[in-house]
């Protein structure tokens, strides 16, 4: 079985890698642990009043999700399974359901906000986009207690 497990520096995404390494799993399943680094943009303007090196920034955050998919990895083998690691770059939405058709997953778990009503539509879901254009299974890990 192959899990592609998309996380942030979450809470949420605590859950979800929580909720997957408790699971009795086939033998044979790996998770592919996905963080997606949303593409920085600024005008020039912005660049030149800040003294912000857009590379560096992206570069810094790219390193900290890596950080963050190698501890979330090792926790999933800690309880056993086989974990592998993969940042990319892109809006979230696309990234998680592109990856989940190129690595061919049989099912995507996301950790979810739990946003609804207004805050839904202003900041968007994640979970709903990958919910509505995923071409395998998903699983929203909603944290106890959010309503």
Known sequence: MRILLAIDDSPYSEDAVE????????????????????NITATTETLFIASVDIDNVRQEITRRYEELIARAADSLRESGLTAETVVR??????????????????????????YSGIKRWLLGSVAQSVVSHAPCSVEVVRRKGVE
Do not use: K
């Open 19 to 38: 909720e997957v390494a408790a699971r009795p799993w086939p033998h044979d399943t790996t998770v592919r642990v996905l963080s997606a680094v949303n």
């Open 89 to 114: 770059q892109g809006d979230p939405r696309s990234v998680i359901v592109d990856e989940a058709r190129d690595w061919s997953a049989d099912l995507i778990v996301v950790g979810s906000h739990g």
